[in-house]
Nanobody
Framework: VQLVESGGGLVQAGGSLRLSCAASGLTYDDYAIAWFRQAPGKEREGISSISSADGSAYYADAVKGRFTITIDVYTKTVYLQMNNLQPEDTAVYYC??????????????????WGQGTQVTVSS
């Protein structure tokens, strides 16, 4: 499985970015793709996930209402629309994929593939 993230960059506070995670080689009928982020000196944080079978989504409280995750099951690409970005959103964002065992996928998927990450920097 190969995951390729894109869409990161530098944006001012209040701005928007859309991240993409293109997956290839996924063979599970019911898989999940999740976004994690890690800022310097902080633990990795799971922020959103989506399931291929029913599109059910999960959002961490820190991003709820600002970020939206969607999936194109035909191209196996997941998008993370990030609005009203704030300096505390600055981090390297990674996507991970795996088979979904139950919902929410963030807690019940066996993530076993991940991408190289994309940097998101939000200036104040």
């Amino acid at each position: 499985v190969q995951l390729v993230e894109s869409g990161g960059g530098l944006v001012q506070a209040g701005g928007s970015l859309r991240l993409s995670c293109a997956a290839s080689g996924l063979t599970y009928d019911d898989y999940a793709i999740a976004w994690f982020r890690q800022a310097p000196g902080k633990e990795r944080e799971g922020i959103s996930s989506i399931s291929s079978a029913d599109g059910s989504a999960y959002y961490a409280d820190a991003v709820k209402g600002r970020f939206t995750i969607t999936i194109d099951v035909y191209t196996k690409t997941v998008y993370l629309q990030m609005n009203n970005l704030q300096p505390e959103d600055t981090a390297v964002y990674y996507c991970e994929a795996g088979v979904r065992l139950a919902s929410p996928a963030m807690a019940f998927a066996l993530f076993d593939s991940w991408g190289q990450g994309t940097q998101v920097t939000v200036s104040s």
